[in-house]
């Protein structure tokens, strides 16, 4: 069986930005308990892997998500990690009247961009410029939507806590999963990878595959650029 991990451990162990504590044990439990291809070697097609395959800081065009994780059969995960304490961050109002999230200090307040725009905005960049075909049937049925789902981790609290703090801005935890390092439990898979029981999508276009893998896992001269 060949590797499903890119970058793989070593190459990960070894990047000038090394991955952040909450990374490395998000993608620790990814890797242990995701299903995986067994019949799959490094000889056949990342395209045809039937199982999950797992992306570390994926260079998306200039875009660099923490952790994406994909199904060529099923569909795609984009994962957003945080390392924060939340106590010292809080919803309040910007200059301009609208609610915008901060950090403080014992000085004073930074507005910081929130993790939930941040992770829409490299699954909106994946379906309306790097593959805009399924931005396209997207537009065409709504339900598609969910092919390409947003998740957010929170290394350091736990998962009513993370819940609690943007419940008011994500309508259903069932779709968009938020959960803290209780949740890295084999029992809890389901609620971090929504479609884990899933092996086949209807809505899913496996035509797909080919471009999302360029950008998934860029040859080797761009890898290297990217990582290295």
Known sequence: ??????????????????????????????????????????????????????????????????????????????????????ENYKWDKDHYGSTSLFVHDKRSRYAVKSPIRQVEHYKEKIISQLVPIIGELIDKDKRSYGLIKTALYFHKVNTNDAQDFFG??????????????????????NEIVPDIHISRSNYW?????????????PPTTASNRAYF
């Open 1 to 86: 069986m060949g590797n499903r991990l890119y970058p793989s451990w070593e190459q990960l162990d070894s990047l000038n930005n090394p991955l952040t504590e909450g990374e490395r044990h998000l993608l620790l439990f990814l890797d242990t308990n995701l299903p995986k291809d067994k019949f799959w070697t490094k000889e056949k097609k990342l395209t045809d892997y039937n199982g999950w395959l797992i992306f570390a800081q994926p260079f998306l065009n200039g875009s660099r998500p923490d952790i994406l994780i994909f199904n060529p059969f099923v569909g795609v995960v984009i994962y957003e990690v945080k390392d924060w304490n939340l």
């Open 205 to 217: 276009d496996r035509k797909w595959n080919e471009e999302l893998i360029f950008w998934f896992n």
């Open 168 to 189: 008011a801005r994500i309508k259903d935890f069932k779709h968009f999963p938020v959960f803290g390092y209780d949740s890295l439990h084999y029992s809890k898979l």
